[in-house]
């Protein structure tokens, strides 16, 4: 059997990743979802660095959903280093944030993110959000060939 490839989830908060986990579980997405709460532990595990220096640095997640407010390293300077590394720079990734800014958005498009998802406020529909991320990146999206541009 073919294993699934993670879903990378970088976000701080606590019951938003929660929420997260639980819309794909009800979902039945079955890919493994690694959560990281910050923006250099995110990039740590992409480029197999630190705590993450045991992992297989070509074994991408299908997709990065990333929070835009993290500490230590923001969303945006997070995005920017997966665009600017040749491994990484297909990299299918989310921005799913709270953020309403237009600025935001238009940074997060500028460093060429794939989507721009905002959190709903109220539980159903963040649920269901979640629920249609996860199945679509993992389940629809068809990637590059070889994992890379």
């Given at each position: ?10 976000e701080d908060n606590d ?28 990039l740590d595990y992409l ?103």
């Amino acid at each position: 059997m073919t294993r699934q490839p993670n879903i990378l989830l970088v976000e701080d908060n606590d019951d938003d990743a929660e929420l997260t986990l639980l819309a794909f579980q009800e979902a039945k997405v079955l890919n493994p979802v690694v959560r990281v709460a910050d923006g250099v532990e995110a990039l740590d595990y992409l480029f197999a660095r630190g705590a993450h220096s045991a992992r297989d640095r070509s074994d991408l997640p299908a997709v990065v959903l990333l929070d835009l407010k993290l500490p230590r390293l923001s969303g945006l300077e997070v995005l920017e280093r997966i665009r600017a590394d040749e491994s990484t720079k297909g990299l299918p990734v989310v921005i799913l944030t709270s953020s309403v800014e237009e600025r935001d958005r238009l940074g997060a498009y500028h460093l060429h993110a794939n989507s721009y998802v905002q959190k709903p406020v109220d539980y159903d529909s963040f649920v269901t959000a979640a629920r249609q991320l996860g199945l679509y990146w993992v389940v629809l999206n068809v990637p590059p060939p070889g994992g890379a541009l």
